[in-house]
């Protein structure tokens, strides 16, 4: 498979799973709100600019079954690597981090194909730990000003939907079973 397998090129406000649009803006609160928080308080918003991957379903937004639309961040590998190296993770460098990730295997990032064609993408990690939602009726005519934009192809839409179900779905077990590692060979 070719980066050429991964996308399609398209435009207009019509929106489906794995659609990418570079520097969409999102509107985050302010980081010092503090509880409790008056019901009728005002509330400082300030805008940031991401590149973004719609999350939500393409059934749910063709049936226009919603009003807001999930969307998680897309981020440029030599980003993603400086942010992880900040966040203390030395093993995003090397090899078997990157063989992991293009196996599926790193819970929160999913890889993206670079694309040498314009709309142009470097090799890039979608960050399911940076989640946003947008109103519909914003995301739309926000995506038609884009021009040109990337659509992930069947199946590699489909493979970043389950992996971000495996990163939602995990479960954390309250107990230590790595003693059964050292347990000997079952005599039969």
């Given amino acids: 498979m070719s980066e ?8 207009g406000s019509a929106l489906l799973q794995g659609d990418i649009m570079f520097h969409c803006p999102v509107f985050l609160t302010a980081r010092e709100l503090q509880w409790p928080l ?3 308080a005002e509330v400082g918003v300030r805008v940031q600019v991401f590149d973004l991957v719609v999350m939500t379903q393409g059934c749910d937004l063709e049936n226009d079954k919603l009003k807001d639309i999930l969307l998680a961040q897309v981020v440029a590998w030599p980003d993603a690597v ?8 030395e093993a ?11 196996d599926g295997s ?15 993408l470097p090799w890039s990690v979608v960050d399911f730990r940076h989640l ?30 389950q992996a971000f179900a495996r990163y939602f779905m995990r479960v954390g077990l309250p107990h230590d079973a790595k003693a059964f590692e050292k347990e000997g060979d079952v005599k039969i």
């Fill in 4 to 11: 050429a397998d991964w996308y399609e090129v398209t435009q």
């Fill in 38 to 40: 008056a019901v009728d």
């Fill in 82 to 89: 400086r942010d992880e190296v900040g966040r203390g993770n």
């Fill in 92 to 102: 995003v460098k090397g090899d078997k981090f990157r063989k992991l990730l293009v």
């Fill in 106 to 120: 790193i819970p929160g990032l999913s890889l993206l194909h670079r694309r040498e064609e314009l709309p142009r």
């Fill in 132 to 161: 946003f939602t947008l109103p519909k009726a914003f995301t739309g005519p926000f995506a038609a000003s884009c021009g040109p934009r990337l659509r992930l192809r069947s199946p590699y839409r489909e493979h970043l939907a």
